[in-house]
């Protein structure tokens, strides 16, 4: 398969970028090179080796988020959507971030196999659009509980356009979670040099 197969972009939201995999069919089956190390490596600019993978499985209108990582168990993470489609947005809530508030939102589903990459610090949440969903996670480091932030994704100083015309689907957590200014006035939020400390680490 040819290197030129896996289209790499980043995102107006500097952190975030949107692989976008070629079709290559053989009259039998279709491929679609998802992720290859090196291309992403010299896309992003520094080094990104995937330890830690996880399914999320959802019924259509389920919303996660908005998650992300802080501290020294800050990751980065790629996610794409094996089963199902999805609507995903990134958050830059790193405090005193020159893009702090602003978000980039794209859409992933099994018929493109296009994933997108987060960078350490910055937040994601995502809906999805059909039952049966499936939601890949792979992160340079295993989850652990308590080590990252939740925000609401329906925090309305956001204003994250979900396009929602019913009720969405959410965990206790995700429910409970309080809006950017309250995460920020409680110290919950990373700080941006931090995360660019991690980055350059």
């Known amino acids: 398969m040819e290197l030129s197969s896996l289209e790499i972009s980043e ?11 070629r079709a290559v069919g053989d009259g039998v089956v279709v491929r679609y090179e998802t992720f290859r190390q090196d291309d992403v490596e010299d896309a992003i600019g520094r080094p990104f080796a995937i330890r830690y993978s996880s399914l999320s499985a959802a019924q259509r209108l389920t919303l996660r988020g908005i998650h992300g990582t802080a501290g020294e168990s800050g990751r980065a993470r790629l996610f794409d959507c094996v089963r199902g489609s999805t609507v995903h947005v990134v958050v830059d809530l790193r405090v005193g971030s020159p893009e702090y508030g602003r978000h980039e939102m794209v859409w992933l589903d099994h018929r493109n196999a296009s994933g997108v990459f987060i960078s350490e610090g910055l937040g994601h949440a995502w809906l999805a659009l059909e039952d049966n969903t499936v939601v890949a996670c792979h992160s340079t480091r295993p989850y652990t509980p308590g080590a990252g932030y939740t925000v609401s994704a329906l925090d309305p100083a956001l204003g994250l356009p979900w396009g929602l015309t019913e009720a969405p689907v959410m965990s206790d957590a995700d429910l409970a979670a309080p809006t950017a200014a309250e995460a920020l006035a409680k110290g919950l939020l990373p700080a941006y040099e931090d995360c660019v400390a991690l980055v350059a680490g």
């Open 11 to 21: 995102l107006a939201l500097p952190g975030a970028f949107l692989l976008t995999p």
